[in-house]
């Protein structure tokens, strides 16, 4: 089916702030896409983990209750909107595969709600605040990074940590993905905000531009808003910011800081191919000297 | 003698225009080496091909007359600076290896005047005006990506078109690389310019200054300037903008779009280690699923 792409798709990604019920969470996110899909979009992307708080900023075992598996509740209520709406939606969901089994996936729904398949997060942080190994095994889909084929467009999906990986973007879009869709959840420590938050930023929105421009292809990012103390402590303050970039790497669309927002862009899928006429990298590759990637160091 | 790196490296880039004498060429960045080095400079990097004008722009089978060997009659001269003046220089050399086989190198020399090794441009283009596959052959040294120790800190060097590959920067950075180094002869189409100048230098800087996030690492581009019209036509004018970016990303010097510059920048190597801890992105590389990045399509 690579090939048979429709040449402009609106993408829709859903940019909000989270409250302490996942119930009203999923609500929210539920008539953001509704909205999104009245809009106009056609492929829709939540941020990630949008039914609750970022509930990492501590190891608790009683998150482990907020888990559900794939398909599930939240799925189910993403897949008839799918089917009604006609959308694309991809769903993050904190997945329980089976007990002390977790994972940080992102559930693909095509348009008329059947569920393509599911991408597991596969780099996983551990960082102050950011204690994602206590939550979540590490992908083991085979393979790991993939992409689907969609009634909008071939599409790849990655999760936050992955975004910091060139050979992530890379495998997904030799698998043939035209976009590469990031739910993501990151954010200032507050102490470090003033001196440091900006150059945080711009590194993170660089190499996911970098991302657009190896590969020649759309990057989309997906972030939430939102001061978050879930614990004692600062918290964390979500950078928003949510953005596409074309494959050129410049940003067509650019979410605020502090606003709820459905930023609705439209891809001209075609750029795609003339990008990568122009800047023809995937050419020249020396698929005969990379093998020793798969070195953790070459000491 | 990995590890044993001293805190701090003077690096200059040399960044300067190229007229039709390779005589005038090479003693022009002779001389700007010296000065390189009364200024302070310890490591010092000269843009790609700065021998002469970027003869490229045609498909000319006596411009093979320009190559020379490695050793050879320019690492000669440069070798006697490195030692007169204790500096590490990396020489980018139209390389003859052979009757019929010809490389885009750049040779390592020490502080002292040993020449360490030579790095041969793995990746090369074939675009319009750059017509490098009739001339280069790509290297094939094993590894092709490496690093080197020096007197003034462990560097690796890749060349021009190689910016474009998170694949090089990765493996010359787990070679242990706390510096990258891109000779580099790039600028635009002056039909191009207004339209998609802007970009097109954005998208050069953008990959490079990701290829510092990703690894945590210094990157460096050393680029030259003027307008060349070597052959009938517009020619190509070459864009400057050379430049240094921590390993944060932040651009922490620049050179100007058109003005001969030594672009003296000082590098505190500690920010490779507090880069790298703080932003643990080695830690979590997905290695057992990295394979296929050896594949040149995954279709």
Redesign the interface.
């Known amino acids: 089916m690579?090939g048979s792409k429709p040449k402009t798709t609106t993408l829709a990604l859903l940019q909000h702030r989270a409250g302490e019920s996942p119930v009203d969470n999923v609500q929210h996110t539920l008539d953001a896409a509704k909205q999104a899909a009245q809009n106009g979009a056609q492929i829709i992307c939540t941020q990630e983990l949008f039914a609750t708080e970022y509930f990492c900023q501590s190891e608790d075992h009683a998150n482990f209750d907020l888990a559900e598996p794939i398909p599930g509740p939240t799925t189910g209520v993403f897949q008839k909107i799918a089917h009604d709406l006609d959308v694309v939606i991809i769903v993050s969901i904190f997945e329980r595969r089976a007990a002390g089994l977790y994972h940080n996936s992102a559930a693909v729904i095509d348009a008329g709600g059947v569920l393509l398949g599911v991408y597991r997060k596969?780099?996983?942080?551990d960082?102050p605040l950011y204690y994602e190994k206590f939550y979540f095994t590490?992908g083991d889909s085979d393979?790991?990074?993939c992409a689907w084929n969609t009634k909008y467009g071939r599409i790849g999906v990655l999760i936050c940590?992955d975004q910091?990986?060139?050979?992530?973007a890379?495998?997904t879009a030799?698998?043939?993905a035209d976009i590469l869709l990031y739910p993501t959840a990151i954010g200032w420590h507050p102490s470090e905000k003033a001196d440091e938050g900006d150059?945080q930023h711009?590194?993170w929105q660089?190499?996911q531009?970098?991302h657009a421009?190896?590969n020649g292809c759309f990057v989309a990012a997906v972030n939430r808003i939102g001061h978050e103390k879930p614990t004692d402590g600062d918290g964390l303050e979500f950078w928003g910011q949510s953005f596409v970039a074309a494959p050129?790497?410049?940003v067509i669309a650019e979410a605020g800081i502090d606003t709820e927002e459905i930023l609705l862009t439209e891809l001209n899928i075609a750029q795609v191919n003339e990008a990568r006429t122009h800047?023809?990298?995937?050419r020249?590759?020396?698929?005969?000297?990379?093998?020793?990637?798969?070195?953790?160091?070459?000491?």
């Open positions: 690579k596969m780099h996983i942080p960082d590490p393979p790991g990074f940590w910091w990986y060139p050979e992530a890379r495998l030799l698998a043939g150059a711009a590194g660089t190499i531009r970098s421009i190896a050129s790497g410049e800047w023809p990298f995937l020249d590759r020396r698929i005969d000297a990379y093998e020793r990637i798969s070195r953790r160091f070459l000491d």
